[in-house]
């Protein structure tokens, strides 16, 4: 067991829907990040946050509107999502950004497997 | 990051050691070496890293090469749960970038 958990672990919405994701991280970790896992596609860092702060935004369309309100959650609103955003969102946390090894190793939560219909 | 190759499958019996190995030879000097494994639909799971030296811990050992060009994760004992697609990562701590880039991986199969 990872010290991320996400919630949910699946979740089904409509285009019209407002809904989101949470993760938690209990491992006293400084740094949050989102990514997102499409079928035959590679991994794709959406933020990251460093002690609350966003220090990167991939070109992430609007719909997505990350929140963190303190170091060990971090939150991913969603609204008027489209068909290919369905995929699973992956958050990861780690002690620091870079610093490397065990500083900036990321661990990873178990994912929310998200279908927009 | 540095370009790393994996071969894409393996089989190993259930209780024998399993090795997978990784090529990494464009490796600069300051890239540490990270181990993920994915079981379908999970996510990523840590391993272990290294830079230079061999590393041991509960769940693995790595064995890095003398010129670094190189390296192989070791699972002493595999279980049927180790069946998962493994990823050799390296990774520039100053490269300004937080994205852990995975390749295709090794897809381990653990017979039993």
């Known amino acids: 067991e990872t010290g991320v958990t996400q919630t949910p672990r699946h979740l089904v919405m409509g285009m019209t829907n407002k809904k989101s994701l949470k993760c938690e991280q209990h491992l006293g970790h400084n740094a949050m990040y989102w990514y997102k896992q499409s079928a035959k596609k590679p991994l794709e860092l959406m933020f990251v946050?460093?002690?609350?702060?966003?220090?990167e935004n991939n070109s992430v369309p609007s719909r997505f509107s990350p929140e963190c309100p303190n170091s060990s959650h971090l939150f991913l609103h969603l609204h008027t999502l489209q068909p290919e955003d369905s995929a699973l969102y992956l958050c990861a946390s780690s002690q620091d950004l870079g610093g490397g090894g065990y500083q900036e190793t990321q661990y990873f939560g178990p994912g929310t497997r998200l279908l927009v219909l | 990051d540095a370009k790393t190759t994996q071969p894409p499958s393996m089989d190993c019996a259930e209780g024998r050691a399993a090795n997978l190995p990784c090529n990494h030879s464009?490796?600069?000097?300051?890239?540490?070496v990270y181990w993920y494994r994915q079981i379908h639909s999970q996510g990523p799971q840590y391993i272990i890293h290294?830079?230079?030296n061999n590393e041991t811990n509960e769940m693995a050992s790595l064995i890095i090469t003398e010129d670094r060009k190189s390296s192989t994760l070791i699972l002493p004992h595999a279980t049927l749960r180790d069946t998962a697609v493994y990823y050799c990562?390296?990774?520039?701590?100053?490269?300004?970038?937080?994205?852990?880039?995975f390749g295709k991986g090794t897809k381990l199969s653990v017979i039993p």
């Open positions: 464009t490796i600069s000097g300051n890239e540490y």
């Open positions: 290294g830079l230079k």
């Open positions: 990562i390296v990774r520039d701590s100053g490269a300004g970038s937080y994205q852990l880039t």
């Open positions: 946050y460093s002690l609350e702060e966003r220090v």
